[in-house]
């Protein structure tokens, strides 16, 4: 009688952890934990590596103040630091803070030449304003003006302004990009692109939800976000979820079951469970690396996360 030959194991699918260390939505106030100064931003970026997040997501703050800043100079004193102590793909911010120009924005990218950055998929109103009703009082007089503009704000992404960086990000620099997608119409707009082959596979579609004035965090809005991309996109990309504040982790461990990638990070939330602070960023990347793991699942490498998003390498950045 013939030996039956043991059927393989099907391969399974690694999960890269995104770590948005600090942004530009939460304000020193509200948590002393919250990467400020380069120094800060630098030991939380490599702690977060070393925990497991294969890209680190940056934006900068003034360390007099904390208060959002898309200065060069500020990204430069702890881009190199970051590169050099891990091995973590560096994705730099093309969203900045709010009031911020386009220009603006794009000044430390396009000195930096990251093998990633975050794009926006559409113009939206980006509404902070209610968390006004939390803190009674401010450390710093910005804090509440930041949180109080947001009122009457659009956050500008027009198709223009997308041309350009997909321009002259991506096909100068060889960046790819982290497409942020904070509503099902924004999916649309990056299938336009797609289309039109101003954008190259494997795209990395970051679907955001339960931030004011984009889609919601109720797990129905999660599973439509991904029947619409799986629609449009096919196997031409990698799917990703970030959920703002206290929806975080529920919301992420959902998406790990459905085969999302993840993101954490204090930019998102500040918490780590109800009523608990986040310490750290790593502390976000150790939670979500354990609820992966337990659902049987594998954490993708730095080097990894490179070859399943085609990435140019961390040898090819000006940094």
Same mark, same amino acid.
């Given at each position: 009688?013939?030996?039956?030959?043991?059927?393989?194991?099907?391969?399974?699918?690694?999960?890269?952890?995104?770590?948005?260390?600090?942004?530009?939505?939460?304000?020193?106030?509200?948590? @002393?934990?919250?990467?400020?100064?380069?120094?800060?931003?630098?030991?939380?970026?490599?702690? !977060?590596?070393?925990?497991? !997040?294969?890209?680190?997501?940056?934006?900068?703050?003034?360390?007099?103040?904390?208060? @959002?800043? @898309?200065?060069?100079?500020?990204?430069?004193?702890?881009?190199?630091?970051?590169?050099?102590?891990?091995?973590?793909?560096?994705?730099?911010?093309?969203?900045?803070?709010?009031?911020?120009?386009?220009?603006?924005?794009?000044?430390?990218?396009?000195?930096?030449?990251?093998?990633?950055?975050?794009?926006?998929?559409?113009?939206?109103?980006?509404?902070?304003?209610?968390?006004?009703?939390?803190?009674k009082e401010f450390k710093h007089e910005w804090e509440r003006q930041h949180l109080e503009n947001s009122r009457d704000f659009i956050f500008r992404n027009t198709f223009k302004d997308i041309e350009g960086v997909?321009?002259?990000?991506?096909?100068?620099?060889?960046?790819?990009?982290?497409?942020?997608?904070?509503?099902?119409?924004?999916?649309?707009?990056?299938?336009?692109?797609?289309?039109?082959?101003?954008?190259?596979?494997?795209?990395?579609?970051?679907?955001?939800?339960?931030?004011?004035?984009?889609?919601?965090?109720?797990?129905?809005?999660?599973?439509?976000?991904?029947?619409?991309?799986?629609?449009?996109?096919?196997?031409?990309?990698?799917?990703?979820?970030?959920?703002?504040?206290?929806?975080?982790?529920?919301?992420?461990?959902? !998406?790990?079951?459905?085969?999302?990638?993840?993101?954490?990070?204090?930019?998102?939330?500040?918490?780590?469970?109800?009523?608990?602070?986040?310490?750290?960023?790593?502390?976000?990347?150790?939670?979500?690396?354990?609820?992966?793991?337990?659902?049987?699942?594998?954490?993708?490498?730095?080097?990894?996360?490179?070859?399943?998003?085609?990435?140019?390498?961390?040898?090819?950045?000006?940094?």
């Open positions: 009688m013939a030996e039956t030959q043991p059927t393989a194991k099907p391969k399974t699918r690694k999960t890269i952890i995104t770590c948005a260390v600090t942004g530009s939505i939460h304000t020193p106030t509200m948590s @002393p934990y919250l990467p400020l100064t380069p120094d800060e931003i630098a030991k939380d970026s490599i702690a !977060a590596a070393e925990a497991g !997040a294969a890209i680190i997501h940056l934006h900068a703050r003034d360390p007099k103040d904390g208060r @959002p800043t @898309p200065s060069p100079d500020v990204f430069m004193q702890f881009l190199p630091r970051i590169k050099q102590a891990c091995d973590a793909v560096v994705n730099i911010t093309t969203g900045g803070g709010h009031g911020m120009t386009l220009e603006q924005r794009l000044a430390a990218p396009l000195r930096a030449s990251p093998e990633m950055t975050s794009l926006n998929m559409g113009s939206m109103n980006f509404g902070l304003f209610p968390m006004l009703e939390r803190y997909l321009y002259e990000l991506g096909e100068k620099h060889g960046t790819k990009f982290e497409f942020e997608c904070y509503d099902v119409g924004h999916l649309y707009t990056l299938a336009h692109f797609l289309d039109r082959k101003l954008v190259k596979p494997p795209l990395f579609v970051q679907t955001i939800f339960g931030i004011l004035g984009g889609i919601g965090p109720h797990p129905e809005d999660v599973a439509h976000m991904r029947r619409t991309a799986d629609r449009l996109f096919g196997n031409q990309y990698q799917w990703s979820v970030l959920a703002a504040g206290r929806h975080q982790m529920p919301i992420l461990t959902m !998406a790990a079951t459905m085969g999302a990638n993840v993101r954490v990070g204090l930019e998102d939330s500040l918490w780590l469970g109800p009523g608990q602070l986040a310490k750290s960023n790593a502390d976000q990347v150790k939670k979500i690396r354990l609820i992966i793991e337990s659902l049987g699942g594998q954490i993708a490498t730095a080097a990894e996360a490179r070859e399943m998003l085609a990435l140019k390498g961390g040898d090819r950045v000006a940094f």
